[in-house]
């Protein structure tokens, strides 16, 4: 390639793919369709939260990308989930799960044995025990030591990125997107989603792709859905539907949240 320079590698990327994925804020932190879909608001609350949706709009469209009239939006679902007096709220990941208020999160089941297995977390009420030494074992396999080194221990959902990158919370990955899309290497972008996830439900990335300015936008919007089975899945269920144009694909995936994982409701 004549705009390769010395020394440069390229590689060909054939595919992406986004799980449950904050990649327009513009249309994701709209929660009141979604909410009233899954049944946990009325009337008269979606055109409340439409108001604030407005609101909220107007302030990343000046780019004010983590403000609070964005941020309350899916905290305020979540909080009055089971009313505001009692000591359980929905999962923001799974909405047929209850949590604790006040209380350290323990979904997805088992996140807390891989962080003792990346990391130096502690493991309480899992079976078993891992050797005292499986942690350096396992992140100089993985070429990873440098994290300890440098002082840092493995979370699955660890603060200090979330707190180094907030301010750019609203921002989004629009043009991005578009410029994968419309690449002269057609490289296949897929977006999937578990349709119980509240927090980056499946509602506002089918509508931000809908909107997405992508030069077969229109041919996307009338692509039909057809229903999708895992190939894991041996009965006749469907596992969940999809549309595709070209080389943008999206699937909902049912009885799956955040993480993917199916689930049949439970109390943590």
């Not at 979904?107 to 493991?123: C, Q």
């Not at 057809?226 to 699937?251: C, I, T």
Request: charged share 20%.
């Amino acid at each position: 390639n004549a705009n390769l320079r010395h020394g440069d590698v390229r590689i060909p990327v054939k595919g992406a793919a986004s799980g449950n994925g904050w990649v327009d804020p513009y249309n994701q932190y709209a929660s009141a369709d979604f909410a009233y879909g899954s049944g946990l608001i009325g009337p008269s609350e979606v055109a409340a939260l439409h108001a604030q949706e407005n609101e909220c709009r107007r302030e990343l469209s000046q780019g004010n990308y983590y403000v609070e009239q964005c941020l309350s939006i899916t905290e305020g679902v979540i909080d009055q989930s089971f009313g505001g007096s009692s000591n359980y709220k929905l999962s923001s990941y799974d909405v047929t799960l209850a949590e604790k208020k006040h209380r350290s999160r323990t979904f997805p089941p088992g996140h807390k044995i891989i962080e003792s297995y990346l990391g130096y977390a502690p493991v309480s009420g899992s079976p078993g025990k891992f050797p005292s030494t499986i942690s350096d074992q396992a992140l100089e396999a993985l070429h990873a030591t440098g994290a300890t080194e440098a002082g840092l221990t493995y979370e699955e959902c660890t603060d200090p990125p979330y707190y180094a990158l907030n301010r750019l919370d609203g921002k989004g990955v629009v043009p991005d997107m578009v410029t994968i899309l419309d690449h002269p290497d057609n490289v296949e972008l897929l977006l999937f989603n578990g349709i119980l996830d509240l927090v980056c439900h499946h509602v506002g990335n089918e509508l931000s792709l809908e909107q997405l300015p992508w030069t077969h936008r229109e041919d996307w919007i009338s692509a039909p859905r057809y229903a999708w089975k895992a190939p894991s899945q041996r009965d006749r269920q469907v596992s969940g539907y999809m549309r595709e144009y070209r080389n943008l694909k999206f699937l909902k995936i049912l009885r799956a949240g955040h993480m993917g994982e199916y689930t049949v409701g439970q109390t943590l």
